[in-house]
């Protein structure tokens, strides 16, 4: 299935906190067991996080600026109007408008 939007900001922004949180909970993990120093393992796996979600943040809006892998959407049907069609489709049938 097509994608109908560009990825905000926002969605950028937890979906980079997301995998971060899984990415430094196994580093720290591995850290302290290798080490047996917690302390260690957490401010390792704090700064490699905090330094991890940036970039990866820069990474994905930087690929928000290529377009390759990406096809126009058809000029009929804008992205923003899915939502509305689709409403509308269920009040037309439930009102019998296309009823055969």
Same mark, same amino acid.
Do not use: Q, Y
């Given at each position: 299935?097509a994608?109908?939007?560009?990825?905000?900001?926002?969605?950028?922004?937890?979906?980079?906190?997301?995998?971060?949180?899984?990415?430094?909970?196994?580093?720290?993990?591995?850290?302290?067991?290798?080490?047996?120093?917690?302390?260690?393992? !957490?401010?390792?796996? @704090?700064? +490699?996080? *905090?330094?991890?979600? &940036?970039?990866?943040?820069?990474?994905? #809006? =930087?690929?928000? !600026?290529?377009?390759? @892998?990406? +096809?126009? *959407?058809?000029?009929? &049907?804008?992205?923003?109007s899915?939502? #509305? =069609?689709?409403?509308?489709?269920?009040?037309?049938?439930?009102?019998?408008?296309?009823?055969?």
């Open positions: 299935m994608a109908t939007h560009r990825e905000s900001a926002r969605r950028s922004i937890l979906k980079a906190a997301s995998w971060r949180i899984l990415g430094t909970l196994i580093t720290t993990a591995f850290v302290c067991a290798t080490t047996g120093r917690p302390l260690l393992a !957490l401010s390792i796996g @704090g700064a +490699e996080g *905090l330094l991890k979600i &940036v970039f990866f943040f820069l990474h994905e #809006r =930087a690929w928000n !600026l290529v377009d390759v @892998g990406r +096809e126009d *959407l058809p000029a009929m &049907v804008p992205a923003r899915a939502t #509305r =069609a689709s409403r509308w489709i269920v009040e037309d049938r439930d009102a019998g408008v296309h009823a055969s």
